[in-house]
């Protein structure tokens, strides 16, 4: 069974300019990404795909991450599905005659994943002979009781009624981007991550961090920071 470990990072940001080297805590972003997935002993094989120079020279320092090319400018756009990032990155494996049972897909973006949660669900995939499984987290907060339609009226939702209390509401998850798992057929055949059929996989909150604006990396500069200091 082998397992090719997936990192995409592309130069540009729309959010957060240079996001991916930006210092959170004193380390870039995507450095955090780096040292979990290179202490995988359960990924065979850790490819980025990226088009930033300096990007790839901060993975030289793991010997596990390799950067087989740079990614082509088509690929590497703020509007290029992520699905074309990794189907690139199956055809150079054809091409060099590498084949994987399972890709895992890990964005830079989630700095706060525990080992032995990664560990763990790679393993239940595996083990479970899953097609996809995906990292979810419960939400910090229900989203909402209700929202307004066109007539600026109150819709209930989630089979709330008025008198409801918050903590008869159902639990509600969140899709992180800490980790999907898919076989390799099963990509190749849908050119997606998730379906239907496909399995959740409920992870500590710490993973919702996922940083797309200022805001979300000052929440996460201040957890890292109390992380940091609290060993």
Not at 7 to 25: D, F, H, Q, V
Not at 118 to 139: G, H, R, Y
Not at 158 to 184: C, E, H, M, P, W
Request: aromatic residues 12%; contains cysteine.
């Amino acid at each position: 069974m082998k397992v090719l470990g997936v990192i995409p990072a592309r130069k540009g940001s729309k959010g957060i300019k240079g996001k991916n080297l930006k210092k959170l805590a004193g380390r870039p972003l995507i450095d955090y990404t780096f040292q979990l997935v290179s202490s995988l002993k359960i990924i065979d094989q850790i490819y980025l795909t990226t088009d930033d120079a300096k990007i790839i020279k901060l993975a030289k320092k793991y010997d596990k991450i390799k950067v087989p090319f740079i990614r082509p400018d088509d690929i590497a756009g703020d509007k290029t599905p992520m699905h074309e990032v990794v189907s690139h990155l199956i055809t150079y494996c054809d091409e060099i005659d590498e084949q994987y049972n399972y890709i895992a897909l890990f964005q830079p973006t989630t700095p706060f994943r525990k080992k032995h949660e990664i560990e763990e669900m790679l393993q239940f995939c595996i083990n479970n002979d899953l097609e996809s499984l995906f990292a979810v987290t419960e939400v910090w907060h229900h989203p909402s009781e209700y929202i307004l339609n066109d007539n600026n009226k109150i819709n209930y939702i989630l089979d709330s009624k008025q008198n409801s209390r918050r903590q008869d509401f159902k639990d509600v998850f969140f899709i992180t981007g800490a980790l999907y798992i898919i076989k390799s057929e099963f990509f190749r055949n849908t050119k997606s991550f998730i379906n239907k059929d496909s399995k959740p996989y409920c992870l500590s909150q710490e993973t919702m961090i996922d940083i797309d604006n200022s805001f979300h990396f000052e929440v996460a500069e201040a957890y890292a920071r109390s992380l940091k200091k609290n060993g």
